[in-house]
């Protein structure tokens, strides 16, 4: 019994001469990412936590807690600066987060900003004639003042496209007219519609922004021709790809690059009909300078490979490639499962070695893509958080604490990873 009484007795001893060195250092000596890695939230849960334990009045048994807050790694590279020999490296951002930490990590990495969600025609154009430049204006202006590239997204979409398009002069919808002088008078309408809203948007931005989405997913190989069967395309036929891409031209001139955005354009099926679009719009002489291809991947597919092959097809037709919308999901598509609170380790590995597969691969083949934007900067603001279902993702290469994380190392300096 004594015995085990002394034992306790200098256990204790040890770990209370522990606990007071340890709270003597400061920062920690054993943690990894340095202080000032708390996200806000996780800030406020131990501002909470210290204010509940003091309600108790337990506050003096445990340490008080170092306040922190995020900051941003300034002594890594430049993810911009370290393919300035290839292509320029964008993200896309909400105008609120053009300052704050958000900001800074852009002005380090990236090169060129592209508008999430603030260039979308129902941003911009909520109302016939009613245009709304602030949040677009905001984002310009950011990007000006840091020196970075701008890509315009997007003139047209079926998606965040306001209704008042497609109702006649009466405010029915155009779609339930059955008459066929009504649907002709309609269709001329809508693409009236159509060119002001892209010649006044153009006029406006065809000094700081050289690269446009003309149009978004247009393609959809499920449905009829081919054709995505949105209210644009059942209205108007392909003439309303034919105007934007004129319009858009006509009001920007010469140096601006127009480009036909999608998603899965690496797929045989997908791929081909898009080319066969582009070939037959530039048969006509529509203005058309390249493919967006979007590249919302995820760990598990698709192949780099096939990535290539479709970027190589669209070159041999003279198109430019961009990749617009770069993230890689943690999760493959029909897996709707949820890592919780930790993403393990080995996840994000394995998502490291993909990412340097595709930027090995886009190295490689030099002149292949002309810009490489992905959809967001660091994991505290992903689109992926919420679809197809609301969980825990990670597919940037800055985590929720705008710290880099492996496949930031893996496609800027693999020697530094672990
Ligand atoms: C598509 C669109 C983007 C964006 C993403 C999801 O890829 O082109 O504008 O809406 O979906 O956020």
Redesign the pocket.
């Known amino acids: 019994m004594q015995i085990k009484k002394g034992i306790a007795m200098v256990v204790c001893l040890i770990l209370l001469l522990a606990s007071a060195a340890c709270s003597g250092s400061g920062s920690g000596g054993n943690n990894v990412r340095s202080s000032g890695n708390a996200s806000p939230i996780e800030s406020a849960a131990s501002e909470n936590a210290t204010a509940q334990s003091s309600d108790n009045g337990k506050q003096e048994s445990a340490p008080a807690e170092e306040k922190t807050s995020p900051s941003v790694q300034m002594d890594i590279p430049s993810l911009a600066e370290a393919y300035k020999d290839y292509f320029p490296i964008g993200a896309a951002i909400e105008p609120n987060q053009s300052s704050g930490l958000t900001a800074d990590l852009l002005k380090k990495q990236v090169n060129m900003l592209v508008a999430?969600?603030a260039m979308?025609p129902a941003s911009i154009q909520p109302t016939e004639g009613d245009f709304h430049w602030e949040q677009a204006d905001e984002i310009v202006n950011f990007a000006k003042e840091s020196g970075m590239a701008l890509r315009f997204?997007?003139l047209v979409?079926h998606?965040?496209t306001p209704d008042w398009f497609f109702q006649d002069a009466e405010g029915k919808p155009m779609a339930d007219e059955t008459d066929p002088k009504k649907r002709e008078a309609n269709k001329k309408l809508l693409l009236k519609r159509l060119d002001t809203h892209i010649r006044t948007i153009v006029g406006r931005y065809k000094n700081d922004i050289k690269s446009w989405d003309v149009v978004?997913?247009v393609v959809e190989p499920a449905d009829p021709d081919g054709m995505r069967n949105s209210l644009w395309y059942r209205l108007t036929g392909t003439d309303y790809i034919e105007t934007a891409f004129r319009a858009a031209r006509e009001a920007g001139g010469p140096d601006i690059k127009l480009y036909m955005?999608d998603?899965s354009t690496d797929d045989p099926t997908k791929r081909d009909r898009l080319y066969e679009l582009a070939k037959g719009m530039l048969d006509k002489g529509v203005p058309i300078d390249g493919i967006g291809h979007?590249t919302?991947i995820s760990i598990e597919g698709p192949p780099v490979d096939a990535i290539i092959a479709s970027m190589k097809k669209f070159k041999e037709l003279g198109l430019d490639n961009l990749i617009t919308?770069l993230d890689m999901s943690l999760y493959a598509w029909n897996d709707r499962s949820d890592y919780g609170a930790e993403v393990p380790e080995d996840v994000l590995e394995r998502q490291a070695d993909r990412y340097r597969e595709l930027f090995d691969a886009l190295k490689a083949n030099k002149g292949l893509v002309s810009g490489v934007v992905f959809?967001g900067i660091s994991d505290d603001h992903t689109?992926l958080s919420t679809?197809p279902v609301t969980r825990t993702e990670a597919p940037l290469l800055f985590d929720k604490n705008y710290q880099a994380k492996p496949a930031f190392w893996a496609v800027v300096d693999p020697s530094k990873r672990n």
């Open positions: 999430e969600n979308k997204h997007t979409w998606n965040q978004n997913e955005n998603y979007q919302h919308e959809w689109w679809f």
